[in-house]
């Protein structure tokens, strides 16, 4: 399996960090399921003041391509997107609508 790290802003105002944070406690099912058919084996955030990184695991199955065709196919999932555009803002550098941008892999242990 391979691993893929993502980067994400939030807007920085406590009330709507929390929000976030409460919407990801209980993330629509689905969503849930199409993360999964996209071949996301294992998904996790962190937070460290308004950024974000998202690591995932995933499958022989899995492409960003794919994951993409199933995101804009999926209704709720778009529902999804929209609601947490309320809460998140692209980093620097990252192209026009943008959102999770790849990080590059510098070092392993």
């Not at 099912?29 to 084996?41: C, F, K, W």
């Not at 974000?52 to 022989?60: E, S, Y």
Request: with cysteine; hydrophobic share 40%.
């Amino acid at each position: 399996m391979n691993n893929y790290c993502f980067t994400l802003d939030l807007i920085d105002d406590p009330a709507l960090i929390e929000e976030y944070e409460a919407w990801h406690r209980n993330v629509w099912p689905e969503v849930m399921a199409n993360i999964r058919a996209a071949g996301i084996e294992a998904m996790e955030i962190y937070r460290y003041g308004n950024r974000l990184m998202m690591i995932i695991q995933v499958n022989t199955e899995y492409s960003a391509e794919r994951k993409n065709e199933l995101d804009l196919a999926n209704e709720k999932v778009q529902e999804w997107e929209q609601l947490m555009w309320t809460y998140q803002k692209p980093v620097p550098g990252a192209k026009p609508g943008e959102k999770w941008v790849q990080m590059k892999k510098i070092f392993e242990l």
